[in-house]
């Protein structure tokens, strides 16, 4: 709101935006996306990785949770 705002001051054109503006920033932004995914996705696989090869005391609350569950309990 405070962009629109300052945009209104500059009394320049109206945005527009099109399909191929869309596509521009979406293939811009396609490597941010993903590392943003990854780095969502890497505690969850840390534990994965860990329940491998450690006993589940070890994993702390995850382990704990695998061993009466029987699976990784979902995110909160």
Do not use: C, N
Not at 27 to 56: F, N, R
């Amino acid at each position: 709101m405070v962009a629109r705002r300052l945009y209104e001051r500059l009394r320049a054109k109206p945005l527009a935006s099109t399909r191929e503006m869309a596509r521009h920033l979406w293939a811009g932004g396609a490597a941010i996306v993903s590392l943003t995914l990854v780095q969502a996705a890497q505690p969850y696989l840390d534990v994965v990785i860990l329940s491998k090869l450690v006993p589940p005391d070890a994993l702390g609350d995850f382990g704990v949770a695998k061993t009466i569950l029987g699976r990784f309990p979902r995110p909160r």
